[in-house]
């Protein structure tokens, strides 16, 4: 099975703080450092640790930024196709110790950059299963994806139901993820989906789990409190990852969401978009810690 990531790469600025800082001029002390970020990257590195074949495209710009995540990248063993941007994205995130986060867009991806279809359309038809993530540029890639009928997988992340920018990745998508932070309704949006003929929905809730609907029922995992946290960044993708693992591998949808658990809480103990730790063997060895199965 092979998996194909359609977009994003950050460069990011991490800078950890005692409180996210309020509306008003003031001096912070805190402790910063650098890194690969965005979803793209994340989901590729944490399915690559998961021994799961993938190809990451995704656009840079001609500068050192870029340089620096294609050799990050290559160092992680991850296969990644680039198409050049007028920028690389640049993010610089604040993060408290709960685990909370503001992201700031210093550069963001064009909403149409140049990009080199012949070769997208060939990693489409070569791949398995596309996980289309909510970039821009990637709503010109889904007629692509149709015309060759692939699976879906797109991670909503904070998804606003007002914000019409996510209507065509809904649409076109077979299983979707989303958070639940700040929304009363998501069991309510998840039986939509699953009325409307998506295979799957699936809801992180922070602290408070996950959750999994399909058209034969629903399921919940709480989190692994033994994970500490240290750095948030990147656990929703690892959660991603560990469910796909587990989805690849026809396991049962309660077992998919355990897998995503512990790749989400072994990704928040380190500062690391994908934790050194996560491997095939790590997720199947604490499944059993954690959940007494063999």
């Keep these: 099975m092979k998996i194909l990531i359609l977009g994003g790469v950050s460069f990011d600025t991490i800078i950890h703080l005692k409180h996210l800082p309020e509306p008003i001029s003031q001096t912070l002390f805190g402790r910063d450092y650098q890194t690969i970020g965005?979803?793209?990257?994340?989901?590729?590195?944490?399915?690559?640790?998961?021994?799961?074949?993938?190809?990451?495209?995704?656009?840079?710009?001609?500068?050192?930024?870029?340089?620096?995540?294609?050799?990050f990248l290559e160092e992680q063993g991850v296969v990644s196709v680039f198409d050049i941007d007028q920028y690389t994205e640049k993010h610089v995130n604040l993060m408290d110790a709960e685990g909370n986060r503001i992201s700031i867009f210093t550069s963001s991806t064009s909403a149409n950059p140049s990009l080199d279809l012949n070769r997208i359309e060939n990693l489409i038809s070569s791949h398995d299963i596309i996980?289309?993530?909510?970039?821009?540029?990637?709503?010109?890639?889904?007629?692509?994806?149709?015309?060759?009928?692939?699976?879906i997988w797109t991670d909503l992340?904070?998804?606003?139901?007002?914000?019409?920018?996510?209507?065509?990745?809904?649409?076109?998508?077979?299983?979707?993820?989303?958070?639940?932070?700040?929304?009363?309704?998501?069991?309510?949006?998840?039986?939509?989906?699953?009325?409307?003929?998506?295979?799957?929905?699936?809801?992180?809730?922070?602290?408070?789990?996950?959750?999994?609907?399909?058209?034969?029922?629903?399921?919940?995992?709480?989190?692994?409190?033994t994970y500490q946290m240290i750095d948030s960044n990147g656990a929703g993708d690892a959660f991603f990852s560990g469910f796909l693992y587990g989805y690849i591998a026809k396991e049962p949808l309660q077992?998919?969401?355990?897998?995503?658990?512990?790749?989400?809480?072994v990704t928040v103990s380190s500062m690391e978009l994908a934790s050194p730790l996560l491997s095939e063997k790590y997720l199947l060895e604490k499944y059993i810690e954690f959940y007494k199965e063999i």
């Excluded at 799961?52 to 340089?67: R, V």
């Excluded at 139901?161 to 076109?172: H, L, R, T, W």
């Excluded at 077992?255 to 809480?265: P, S, V």
């Design 38 to 71: 965005s979803t793209g990257a994340g989901k590729a590195m944490n399915l690559t640790k998961l021994g799961i074949s993938n190809t990451l495209h995704a656009t840079i710009g001609n500068d050192d930024e870029g340089e620096r995540i294609k050799k």
């Design 131 to 151: 996980v289309l993530n909510i970039i821009p540029y990637n709503k010109q890639l889904i007629p692509l994806i149709k015309k060759h009928q692939k699976p």
């Design 157 to 225: 992340h904070d998804y606003d139901e007002n914000n019409s920018y996510y209507k065509e990745f809904v649409d076109a998508a077979d299983y979707l993820f989303f958070s639940s932070d700040h929304k009363n309704n998501h069991r309510l949006l998840m039986q939509k989906w699953i009325n409307a003929g998506k295979q799957l929905v699936i809801v992180t809730h922070g602290k408070n789990g996950a959750s999994v609907a399909s058209k034969d029922g629903f399921f919940y995992e709480p989190i692994i409190n």
């Design 255 to 265: 077992k998919c969401l355990a897998y995503g658990t512990i790749a989400g809480g």
